[in-house]
């Protein structure tokens, strides 16, 4: 289970807090969609949740591990809002240089490369140069990368940006099937439909806020129109956020 409590962050010079007082309670086996406006603290979230930002206040852990420690960091994937890359080396060598720094054997990396690579679509381009891949080709890369060392924690940064709707059909099919082997994504979209059609759990944050969290079928139990779609709840209760 991957547990935030009393989670704050704020930057020097700032107002507000980016994060203030996060919490939730993620069972393994779900797909968690992390919802807000622009600035609601979503990405400063993710970079706590993954160890590259160091919170204020609060607590991170995943299957008991803390977030700083070196077990965590084994235990979880991430792809950011904007991956980067040695701009000069090939698909594959990338891969095989995230499969180094896991200790994975070269049987089972190449076998997983290939199953990752084909499914992705990206098989065919893994010998070619990463300066030349498209934002979409280097999306793929990064998450064929995250899910190379089979990690218990999958954490995304809208990872449909870029992706062509074939790649994004494909790419939610994988995220259902490894939710369904017992592994937990963690992912923020502005992508309302298809965080309506994936996730199991969903939290709405605001100005650093979390508003609501629960399942589609719960928040629309908890709203004015009880057929509302996701994207009608997220404006009620962002605006409403935003009046008080």
Request: some cysteine; glycine content about 10%; aromatic content about 8%.
């Amino acid at each position: 289970m991957l547990h935030i409590s009393h989670l704050r962050k704020r930057y020097a010079h700032a107002k507000r807090n980016a994060v203030d007082d996060l919490n939730l309670a993620i069972e393994s086996g779900q797909i968690f969609g992390f919802l807000g406006p622009n600035g609601a603290g979503k990405s400063t979230t993710i970079k706590m949740l993954v160890g590259l930002l160091k919170s204020d206040e609060g607590t991170i852990t995943f299957e008991g591990e803390e977030v700083q420690s070196l077990a965590y960091k084994r235990l979880i994937g991430y792809v950011a809002d904007e991956p980067y890359f040695y701009e000069k080396i090939s698909g594959a060598e990338h891969l095989h240089f995230i499969a180094d720094l896991y200790g994975i054997d070269q049987k089972n990396r190449e076998e997983r490369i290939d199953s990752l690579s084909r499914t992705l679509l990206l098989k065919e381009k893994l010998g070619d140069e990463i300066s030349s891949y498209s934002h979409g080709m280097k999306q793929k890369l990064a998450i064929i990368a995250a899910l190379l060392p089979q990690p218990k924690l999958l954490v995304l940064d809208e990872p449909m940006v870029g992706l062509d709707p074939k790649a994004a059909y494909l790419l939610k099919s994988l995220l259902g099937d490894y939710a369904k082997a017992g592994n937990t994504v963690f992912f923020s979209t502005h992508v309302l439909e298809v965080a309506q059609s994936l996730c199991d759990t969903l939290g709405i944050i605001k100005e650093g806020t979390l508003l609501a969290c629960g399942s589609f079928s719960e928040l629309r139990g908890n709203g004015k129109a009880k057929d509302a779609t996701l994207e009608q709840l997220f404006l009620e209760l962002t605006e409403e956020g935003s009046a008080q």
